[in-house]
Structure formats: C-alpha cells, structure tokens
C-alpha cells in the first residue's frame, strides 16, 4: 500500500469537523492526533482498495442445472 500522506491526514480532519479545532492544534494533541492517523490510514486504505478492483467474471459461460449435475447428467 501507498504510504499515508498529508492529504489523508488533512481529510481526516476535515472529516471530524471539531469545532473551535484547527489542524495545526489537533495534531500538537497526542489523543485527536492519533484519532486523525487512524482515520487517515482507513482514507488510504479505501483509496487503495478502490484502485485494485476488477470485474470478476464467470467461470461458465453458460448456467448448469445443479441438480442435474449432481445426478451425474450431463448429456444434453
């Protein structure tokens, strides 16, 4: 995965919208600047995730009757 940047970490504290809170002061504060990481590590990891889809497609190109095929009737 792509390292976290400051982006992430200034989306996440936007996200929180704290009020009377600017970003400067939430990270100088251990607690809201660790809240602010882990919300920013959850931002890269759902930006990361949403590059890596691909379209999974059938094994079969065609519907099998399951009963049938568990009968052991393959014949068409």
């Known amino acids: 995965m792509p390292p976290v940047t400051d982006q992430h970490r ?20 251990d607690t809201r600047r660790r809240v602010v990481e882990a919300r920013a590590h959850h931002l890269r990891k759902a930006e990361w995730r949403n590059s890596q889809r691909h379209v999974v497609r059938p094994a079969l190109p065609h519907a099998t009757d399951i009963k049938r095929a568990a009968a052991g009737d393959f014949d068409d």
């Open 10 to 29: 200034q989306a996440a504290f936007a996200a929180f919208a704290w009020l009377g809170w600017t970003y400067d002061r939430a990270m100088a504060d």
